[in-house]
């Protein structure tokens, strides 16, 4: 199964700064295959990216994906209050379905 | 809207079976798949499952191959997620969530609130 290792664990940030998390596979995803995902505290995740770089419905432009193979990037460009929470990546590209450890973004 | 509604909190003692529905509202159920997704305390999210709500074809993860049987009943546009021989281990919260591709399994893009299920004796 293709692991996925997010980092830095904890992102610690002040509102209006820039975020860039990553996640990188253990192998290849096919077809960039990717999706990233917010959750908040005592919620259920969230999509925000799907084929690597494709906003979800209603997602704002500050959040953008990038990266291709075994190396992918999530970027907020400027961080609202609202966005502190932690992010998910996910592979689609081979079963089993599988999530990265996750990445917080707390507030500095 | 689209909502995706679970059942309730859970609680099981180890060895026993815990089933768990969701019901969908707001599109058509038989065009989309359903992924089961788990979160045990503390830990990253984990694939355990996926149905497609048209045909019914099923996708386990290994992990939980013969442990885990997913359905769907298209009359009441929901999904359900059996889970056998529980352990303390499955304490987790369960999430129903959507694949907006019905044939295949990709990825998620709604999500049911989540079902705990607490596993002790």
């Known amino acids: 199964e293709i692991v996925l290792t997010q980092s830095p664990g904890t992102l610690s940030l002040s509102p209006g700064e820039r975020a860039t998390l990553s996640c990188r596979a253990s192998?290849?995803?096919?077809?960039?295959?990717l999706a990233w995902y917010q959750q908040k505290p005592g919620q259920a995740p969230s999509l925000l990216i799907y084929?690597?770089?494709s906003r979800a419905t209603g997602i704002p432009d500050r959040f953008s994906g990038s990266g291709s193979g075994t190396d992918f990037t999530l970027t907020i460009s400027r961080l609202e209050p609202e966005d502190f929470a932690v992010y998910y990546c996910?592979?689609?590209?081979?079963?089993?379905?599988?999530f990265g450890g996750g990445t917080k973004v707390e507030i500095k | 809207q689209v909502q995706l509604v679970q059942s309730g909190t859970e609680v099981k003692k180890p060895g026993a079976s815990v089933k768990v529905s969701c019901k969908a509202s707001?599109?058509?159920?038989?065009?989309?798949?359903m992924h089961w997704v788990r979160q045990a305390p503390g830990q990253r999210l984990e694939w355990m499952g996926w149905?497609?709500?048209?045909?019914?074809?099923?996708k386990y993860s290994q992990k939980f191959q013969g442990r885990v049987t997913i359905t769907r009943d298209t009359s009441a546009n929901t999904a359900h997620m059996e889970l056998s021989s529980l352990r303390s281990e499955d304490t987790a919260v369960y999430y129903c969530?959507?694949?907006?591709?019905?044939?295949?399994?990709?990825?998620?893009?709604?999500w049911g609130k989540g079902t705990t299920v607490t596993v002790s004796s």
């Open positions: 707001g599109y058509t159920f038989t065009t989309y798949a």
């Open positions: 084929g690597a770089s």
């Open positions: 969530a959507r694949d907006p591709i019905g044939s295949y399994y990709y990825y998620m893009d709604v």
């Open positions: 192998q290849s995803v096919s077809s960039s295959y």
């Open positions: 149905i497609s709500a048209g045909s019914g074809s099923t």
């Open positions: 996910q592979q689609y590209g081979s079963s089993p379905l599988t």
